[in-house]
C-alpha cells in the first residue's frame, strides 16, 4: 500500500522523492527489518515484505510502547511534560463518564493554520462532548503566519467540559484511562499504536508523509477509525467535526468494538507465546546465529 501510494507522489529529481526512493531502496537491500507492529494488525503486508524481499528475516516485535507503570514512576513524561501536568489531567478524568472525552492531539509538529484551528474549536464547542485538546505553543514565526491561535473566548464558553493544554502531555496515560472514548490524531505510527493498544477509536486527521496510509489502513481496512479530514491544509467544516465526534463518543460507536479487539490482539502479541514475543526469539537467535558463524570465519582466517 505504501509503496504504490509514493509511486503516486514520486517526481523525479525532487529532494523528498528522491530520500523517499533511497529508504525504500535501503529496505529492499537490507540483511532483514525489524518493524514496531505486530501480525493481527498487518500480517498481509508482513507476508508481501517477505515475499517480495524473498526471505524471511521480517521481524514484528511491537506494538513498543512505554508502559502506564514507568510512565508514573518518572517525573518527566514523553516531550518534557510534569508529572503535576499529568496528574491534574488524570484527576480531571477521573470525574468523567467512561468512554465520553475526546482526546486531540496532532504530535510534536503539525500545527493548524487559525483557520483551522477556528473550524477545530467551533467543531468541539457544537459536539457537546468533553475533551482534552493539546494545542502545540505558537513560536514568532507561527504568529506572524497566522498559525496555532486559539479562539478568543473558546475556553471561556468551554469551560468545565473541555481542558485546552497548551504543553505536551502524558499521551500514554490520557489514552489509557476509562474516559477517553475517542483520539482525534495526525495518524504518525507511535500515535496510532498508542491508540490501538489502549483500544480507543480514532478520528483521523493525517498531515503528510505515511499518515495518509496509516490513515487509510485505520479507516477503510482496519475499521478502527472515523476519517475526519485529509492534509496539512485542508480545513473541515465545524459542523462536520462536531458531528463526527458526537458519534466516536456515543454508547454504540462501532469502530469501538473492533479496536478493542485489536487492542486484545496487541497485548496478546508481546506476551509470551505471542506472536511478537516470537519474533523477538527468533530475531535474537538469528543474530547469535550470525554472530557466531562471523567469529568462526575470523578464527578460520
Not at 503516486?8 to 522523492?17: A, F, I, K, Q, R
Not at 491534574?88 to 472525552?101: A, P, Q
Not at 469501538?256 to 507465546?273: C, D, F, P, Q, S
Request: proline share 3%; with cysteine.
Amino acid at each position: 500500500m505504501l509503496k504504490g501510494y509514493l509511486q503516486t507522489l514520486y517526481v523525479e529529481g525532487d529532494p523528498v522523492s528522491e530520500f523517499l526512493k533511497d529508504g525504500i531502496h535501503a529496505d529492499t537491500v537490507s540483511w532483514g527489518l525489524v518493524i514496531n507492529t505486530f501480525n493481527d494488525l498487518e500480517k498481509v503486508y508482513l507476508d508481501y515484505l517477505k515475499e517480495e524481499l524473498g526471505h524471511d528475516r521480517v521481524w514484528a516485535v511491537g506494538p513498543i510502547l512505554p508502559s502506564a507503570d514507568d510512565h508514573m514512576s518518572r517525573p518527566i513524561e514523553r516531550g518534557g511534560s510534569s508529572s503535576d501536568l499529568g496528574s491534574n489531567i488524570l484527576s480531571w478524568l477521573d470525574k468523567c463518564d467512561d468512554h465520553k472525552v475526546v482526546y486531540v492531539c496532532f504530535g510534536s509538529k503539525a500545527v493548524l493554520t487559525n483557520k483551522q484551528m477556528e473550524e477545530l474549536a467551533l467543531g468541539l464547542e457544537k459536539s457537546g462532548a468533553k475533551f482534552i485538546w493539546c494545542v502545540k505553543e505558537q513560536n514568532k514565526g507561527h504568529v506572524e503566519e497566522e498559525y496555532g491561535v486559539i479562539p478568543i473566548g473558546f475556553e471561556d464558553r468551554v469551560v468545565g467540559r473541555g481542558l485546552v493544554i497548551k504543553e505536551w502531555v502524558p499521551q500514554t496515560l490520557i489514552l489509557k484511562h476509562r474516559a477517553v472514548g475517542a483520539f482525534l490524531t495526525h495518524c504518525g505510527w507511535n500515535s496510532v499504536l498508542e491508540g490501538l493498544i489502549a483500544g480507543v477509536p480514532m478520528l483521523t486527521w493525517p498531515m503528510g508523509a505515511e499518515q495518509f496510509v496509516n490513515a487509510t489502513l485505520l479507516v477503510d481496512e482496519l475499521k478502527v477509525a472515523i476519517r475526519v479530514c485529509e492534509g496539512a491544509q485542508a480545513i473541515p467544516s465545524s459542523t462536520d467535526i462536531a458531528r463526527m465526534v458526537a458519534k466516536s463518543v456515543c454508547e454504540n460507536c462501532v469502530e469501538r468494538v473492533r479496536t478493542m479487539e485489536l487492542h486484545e490482539a496487541a497485548l496478546g502479541a508481546i506476551k509470551k507465546g505471542g506472536s511478537s514475543f516470537k519474533d523477538l526469539h527468533e530475531l535474537v537467535k538469528c543474530l547469535f546465529n550470525e554472530a557466531s558463524q562471523a567469529k568462526l570465519c575470523d578464527v578460520q582466517e
